[in-house]
């Protein structure tokens, strides 16, 4: 079971904009803390931004804080992801994730502790990804 499935990706040319979106298959994995992470070839995987459980707070890469953002819609178990003047770097596989990876980039490093204490907390959950490439 896909868990969480992400859409919007494809080719565009930079300076354009685009839409990413994530649906979760069930309120369970979508009532909690989610993110978007993005991996570019030859690249770890790396952090563009989260959004807490109830939409009140988000976080940004400093480095693209100035063009994306992030929202969610929990009536639909839907994240969204707007990203614009995309710039040929930003070519990479963008991942969708609830929980865990998600909280501790919104909460810090102090969260691992709550999840090693409440096994709920721990649970991880990421979707296969959508591929963005951007070039001219």
């Known amino acids: 079971q896909e868990h969480l499935v992400e859409s919007g990706g494809g080719s565009v040319q930079p300076g354009e904009s685009l839409k990413l979106s994530c649906t979760a298959s069930?309120?369970?994995?979508?009532?909690?803390?989610m993110g978007w992470f993005r991996q570019s070839p030859g690249k770890e995987r790396e952090f563009v931004a989260v959004?807490?459980?109830?939409?009140?707070?988000?976080k940004y890469a400093a480095l693209l804080e100035n063009r994306v953002t992030i929202s969610r819609d929990n009536t639909k178990n839907t994240m969204t992801l707007q990203i614009k003047n995309l710039e040929p770097g930003d070519t990479a596989v963008y991942s969708c994730?609830?929980?865990?990876?998600?909280?501790?980039?919104?909460?810090?490093?102090?969260?691992?502790?709550?999840?090693?204490?409440?096994?709920?907390?721990?649970?991880?959950?990421w979707g296969k990804g959508t591929l963005v490439t951007v070039s001219s």
């Open positions: 069930s309120r369970t994995i979508a009532d909690r803390v």
């Open positions: 994730n609830a929980g865990l990876r998600s909280a501790t980039e919104l909460f810090g490093p102090a969260f691992q502790s709550i999840a090693q204490q409440d096994s709920s907390y721990a649970l991880d959950y």
């Open positions: 959004i807490a459980a109830d939409g009140s707070r988000s």
